[in-house]
């Protein structure tokens, strides 16, 4: 008896090793089907093989910052969690507590990152070889094609307005951009980013090189990675917005050096303010400088800072007299000043992790677009928002906790989420402004306006009941539980830029020249005015909403005191 029960014994112990090495050689030949797959949508031919094909699915997304590296430690990874779907349900990532539109924001984030993995796996790592789908020049598109050239980063000749679009860009809607303001060239790069300027790029490519469709044109040649499909702008597509007008900045006493301190000039009879405008524009020279019949290009310099400004009439002599003159009149082209417009992620990872804090509505976006422009380096995003990624903020879809980036705007309060960061911005706005932009982006979105309906809801007590409250505990928090801390007011921003600026870049140990920083402030309104109609009520605050958020300002000022600090600016503080 003993004998039989031997050789079962031995059965079940091959069995078990069988069904081991079949559950092996079945996943296995599941994560080949799986790579497989994502492989299809790419084009028949012979191809190189990329560095990308010998890692497997989890390192790829780990490496682009599409996963946590916590998910890759778990006991089980499905091809849900490799592929970036709906990662967040798992007990790894259980949702934040916080307000819903915080919450919101994971959705978006959820569905963005599916599509970036599934075009990053997809796109080629080198040129395609041309056939018969391969992207064309788009023939809808009002302006002559003039080809594919490299683009060379940081020396692009193409680097005036810049904005993406990851759902729904076109030839047609990259050209608009341009023709507002005024540019001659608009270049499309990687489907989706949009490049103006007066300038061919250098380095011209064969058409093969630019092999990326436009994400909303399929079949239009939208460049490819780091190639620019290059159209010449002619006219505005109907429909869109008016090109931008010249804007005069006033009259100003010449620099001491006269007018040899200017770039570039045009001397010619009857000259005229549209005239001077259109040839400083084509230059790419954000100002045009009219003395009589004199017309000069420039850029704002130490010593032609346009702050101190004259007496308009001084400048309103007859033309033979006011060429002699000391004074200029000076106007505003439609062009950007790109002296401070390249931007770039961190060469190598920050050791110091620094965030830019703040509540919402106070102006983080506006600081953000300060910050890179001053300092020449993206900043980060505790989340996503696709809307600013479309406006150039290139550091929404990297990960926040990359360090690739100078620093990482939250929202977030709390001692756990505090503590992740070495230092910080923290950025306060008065509560009054801070809850109406927040409500009206809430309602209407970054650029937009609450509509009067929305005012006189429900809605709007509510949201003043709970946010109030949140813009004192943001503080507190952070006071409490901040390592190393600067405090900046929105509205000593605001009026002093440059001086609450360089000191902002210095707490971020970033040296920067004074030019640069003068073309921050020539270019510190950027793409973030709202638009449309102001509601009818100015101030939608009623005496009780008033009581209670007077009392959070109280609590906030004492607590900057008791920190070290100067407390709230006054036009904070209730008397």
Partial sequence: MAKPSFRLQKLLRRTQFLLFFLTAAYLMTGSLLLLQRVRVALPPGPRAPGPLQ????????????LLDSRALQAPRVSPELLLGVDVLHGPLARPRPGPRWLRGRNSELRQLRRRWFHHFMGDPQGPLAPGPEAPRPAAGSRGMYVGCFSDSGRDRTLKGAVF???????????????????YVYAGLEAGAECYCGNRLPVTSMGPEACNHECKGEKGSACGGVGRLSVYRVEELQPGSRKRRTVTYRGCFRLPENGTHAFPDSLVQ???????????????????????????????PTPQFSLRDAVDSSLCGQEP????????CEVYQTPVQDTRCTDRRFLPTKSKVFVALSSFPG????????????????YTG??????????KGFKGEKDHWRSRRTICVK???SGRREIEMFDSAILLIRNPYRSLVAEF??????HLGYAADRNWKSKEWPDFVNSYAAWWSSHVLDWLRYGKRLLVVHYEELRHSLLPTLREMVAFLNVSVSEERLLCVENNKEGSFRRRGRRPHDPEPFTPEMRTLIDGYIRTVDKALREHGGAGLPGEYVPR
């Fill in 54 to 65: 010998a890692l497997p699915v989890a390192a790829v997304a780990l490496g682009v910052g």
């Fill in 381 to 390: 995003s505790y989340y996503f928002d696709g809307t600013l990624y479309n």
């Fill in 269 to 299: 009879a009857n000259a005229t303010v549209e005239a001077c405008s259109r040839f400083c524009s084509q230059k790419e020279f954000p100002l045009a400088v009219l003395r009589g019949w004199e017309c000069y290009c420039a850029y």
């Fill in 410 to 412: 939250t929202h977030e």
């Fill in 440 to 445: 009206n982006r809430k309602c209407a979105g």
């Fill in 320 to 327: 033979e007299l006011q060429r002699l003159a000391e004074y």
């Fill in 362 to 377: 106070a102006g983080n976006t506006w600081a953000r677009h300060l910050i890179e422009h001053a300092t020449g380096f």
């Fill in 164 to 182: 993406f679009d990851l759902r729904k860009m076109t030839v047609s809607h990259c050209q608009d951009a341009c023709a507002e303001r005024s």
